[in-house]
Nanobody
Framework: QVQLVESGGGLVQPGGFLRLSCAAS????????MAWFRQAPGKERELVAS????????YYADSVKGRFTISRDNAKSTMYLQMNSLKPEDTAVYYC????????WGRGSQVTVSS
């Protein structure tokens, strides 16, 4: 059974930081490449950051490169997204999933960047 639970979102001022967590079922966490996605109001869901299948390589969208850091704890089947220097355009619902994404999505975690 696919289980994806995101947490850690909230309201933060521009320039602030947040750390998102993703608790995933062990069966998918260990077998697939994992990634963070986001969907802003009125926009399509987009890939933000990801691990390769091996977990050794990472990818970042140009819009977050240098500000966001993806990490993981394999023992806990948990993935993180450290988000620094947040901007209003980072406001979105953030989701974790496999990459390419599994059809089952979690509820996501709302991140709002506003003064």
């Amino acid at each position: 059974q696919v289980q994806l639970v995101e947490s850690g979102g909230g309201l933060v001022q521009p320039g602030g930081f947040l750390r998102l967590s993703c608790a995933a079922s062990r069966s998918i966490f260990s077998a697939y490449a994992m990634a963070w996605f986001r969907q802003a109001p009125g926009k399509e869901r987009e890939l933000v950051a990801s691990f390769s299948w091996s977990g050794r390589n990472t990818y970042y969208a140009d819009s977050v490169k240098g500000r966001f850091t993806i990490s993981r704890d394999n023992a806990k089947s948990t993935m993180y997204l450290q988000m620094n220097s947040l901007k209003p355009e980072d406001t979105a619902v953030y989701y974790c999933n496999t990459n390419p994404p599994n059809p089952t999505w979690g509820r996501g975690s709302q991140v709002t960047v506003s003064s």
